[in-house]
T-cell receptor, first 116, second 114 residues
Framework: AQSVTQLDSHVSVSEGTPVLLRCNYS??????LFWYVQHPNKGLQLLLKYTSAATLVKGINGFEAEFKKSETSFHLTKPSAHMSDAAEYFCVVSDHGSSNTGKLIFGQGTTLQVKP | EPEVTQTPSHQVTQMGQEVILRCVPISNHLYFYWYRQILGQKVEFLVSFYNNEISEKSEIFDDQFSVERPDGSNFTLKIRSTKLEDSAMYFCASSVRGPNTEAFFGQGTRLTVV
């Protein structure tokens, strides 16, 4: 069965410093992985996706993630945090179970705080 | 830009009452989903819907829950007799091709059962 583990429930950075949100996955298949962001009182917005093409994936708002099969990781990074990046971030894997319906499996979420 | 819309944004209901949560998926999408997030917990899958039928459902999605696509545009989640533990944020999502593709989510409906 597929699963994702987000290693930090809360990350705090200063504006202008790098962001690293960690995610490890478990999958019996070649996974499809996503990062979603949720701003307060907003829906879940796709940041980026990995679906077995390039291992370094670029997303919106300057975010990137690198798929590392050897480490079963898909960490999210950004070189320089902005105040508007403060939100909840979810690492997500697409389930490849027998039904293969496109069901998504979410990590626990990481709250990113950006300090001025 | 097309988006998934959900109504209402917030619903308060008494225990035992029926509620219907409504969603309008993106028009050319073929796969539809409901997820929920209890406060402080993970986002959990409830049900997927394709070709006018349920394609997968979780253990949470028991006989109290049902989904419907009554008119080719709306996608509804009905909870027949709400319980306190049904209080959560409910998200509707849709995708073009389903497996291995991203889903587009609505803003959610916060359901509070009192």
């Amino acid at each position: 069965a597929q699963s994702v583990t987000q290693l930090d429930s809360h990350v705090s950075v200063s504006e202008g410093t790098p962001v690293l949100l960690r995610c490890n996955y478990s999958s019996s298949y070649s996974p499809s992985l996503f990062w979603y962001v949720q701003h307060p009182n907003k829906g879940l917005q796709l940041l980026l996706k990995y679906t077995s093409a390039a291992t370094l994936v670029k997303g919106i708002n300057g975010f990137e993630a690198e798929f590392k099969k050897s480490e079963t990781s898909f960490h999210l990074t950004k070189p320089s945090a902005h105040m508007s990046d403060a939100a909840e971030y979810f690492c997500v894997v697409s389930d490849h179970g027998s039904s293969n319906t496109g069901k998504l499996i979410f990590g626990q979420g990481t709250t990113l705080q950006v300090k001025p | 830009e097309p988006e998934v819309t959900q109504t209402p944004s917030h619903q308060v209901t008494q225990m035992g009452q029926e509620v219907i949560l409504r969603c309008v998926p993106i028009s050319n999408h073929l796969y539809f989903y409901w997820y929920r997030q209890i406060l402080g917990q993970k986002v959990e899958f409830l049900v997927s819907f394709y070709n006018n039928e349920i394609s997968e459902k979780s253990e949470i999605f028991d006989d109290q829950f049902s989904v419907e696509r009554p008119d080719g545009s709306n996608f509804t989640l009905k909870i027949r007799s709400t319980k306190l533990e049904d209080s959560a944020m409910y998200f509707c999502a849709s995708s073009v091709r389903g497996p291995n593709t991203e889903a587009f989510f609505g803003q959610g409906t916060r359901l509070t059962v009192v």
